[in-house]
């Protein structure tokens, strides 16, 4: 699950959500000293709430966010941390032998579609033997399929576009920090 707070507290003056994978996570790293910690225990008045997962690209990061957008006003600010493997992993539709949400570009629209929690997944959930058979068979397909980043890099546009839209009417800054621009070209702007 998610390491730390799951809200802010009430009256601090400036709050930050941090969003990504392994890197806003602190994989490797004990939670008293991954930078969200660091910084709010320099500074007071800062407080995070940081929805980091390791494995998550930028769609299931957004998503495990939205529920807290509600909760930020003028002044707060939203952290997205991406690498450029999250460009081919919101191409995907499994996690780790899971199904996932995933968002796909129709048109002039992103559609977002659910998992789909089938027997398979209610086989692995009961049974090692049927868990690590999925993940065997998994990894030799996925291996097997060549998934070019560049193919994410419009859908990752759009769904930071539009999440940039809707924190932007609220007063929020979003900050997207994140290695890989030439998936991007030398223009991109939210």
Same mark, same amino acid.
């Given at each position: *699950?998610?390491?730390? +707070?799951? !809200?802010?507290?009430?009256? /601090? !003056?400036?709050?930050? %959500?941090? %969003?990504?994978? =392994?890197? #806003?996570?602190?994989?490797?790293?004990?939670?008293?000293?991954?930078?969200?910690? !660091?910084?709010?225990?320099?500074?007071?008045?800062?407080?995070?709430?940081?929805?980091?997962?390791?494995?998550?690209?930028?769609? +299931?990061?957004?998503?495990?966010? @939205?529920?807290?957008?509600?909760?930020? *006003?003028? *002044?707060?600010?939203?952290?997205?941390?991406?690498?450029? /493997?999250?460009?081919?992993?919101?191409? +995907?539709? $499994? %996690? /780790?032998?899971?199904?996932?949400?995933?968002?796909?570009?129709?048109? #002039? =629209?992103?559609?977002?579609?659910?998992?789909?929690?089938?027997?398979? @997944?209610?086989? $692995?959930?009961? #049974?090692?033997?049927?868990?690590?058979? *999925?993940?065997? =068979? @998994?990894?030799?397909? &996925?291996?097997? $399929?060549?998934?070019?980043? &560049?193919?994410? =890099? @419009?859908?990752? !546009? &759009?769904?930071?576009? /539009?999440?940039?839209?809707? %924190? $932007?009417?609220?007063?929020?800054?979003?900050?997207?920090?994140?290695?890989?621009?030439?998936?991007?070209?030398?223009?991109?702007?939210?």
């Amino acid at each position: *699950g998610f390491r730390g +707070q799951r !809200r802010w507290p009430v009256g /601090n !003056r400036h709050r930050f %959500l941090v %969003l990504g994978d =392994s890197f #806003s996570f602190g994989e490797g790293v004990d939670a008293d000293h991954r930078f969200d910690t !660091r910084i709010a225990s320099w500074s007071a008045g800062y407080s995070f709430v940081n929805r980091g997962m390791s494995g998550y690209g930028t769609d +299931q990061a957004i998503l495990a966010g @939205e529920p807290l957008f509600d909760d930020l *006003g003028r *002044g707060d600010v939203v952290l997205l941390l991406t690498y450029a /493997n999250d460009f081919r992993d919101i191409l +995907q539709r $499994r %996690l /780790n032998g899971r199904s996932k949400p995933y968002f796909e570009i129709s048109g #002039s =629209s992103i559609i977002l579609h659910p998992p789909v929690i089938g027997m398979a @997944e209610r086989l $692995r959930d009961r #049974s090692y033997v049927f868990a690590l058979l *999925g993940w065997v =068979s @998994e990894s030799l397909l &996925r291996s097997n $399929r060549f998934v070019d980043a &560049r193919d994410g =890099s @419009e859908l990752y !546009r &759009r769904l930071i576009a /539009n999440m940039a839209a809707t %924190l $932007r009417r609220k007063g929020v800054r979003l900050v997207v920090a994140f290695h890989g621009r030439r998936l991007l070209g030398p223009r991109f702007s939210y």
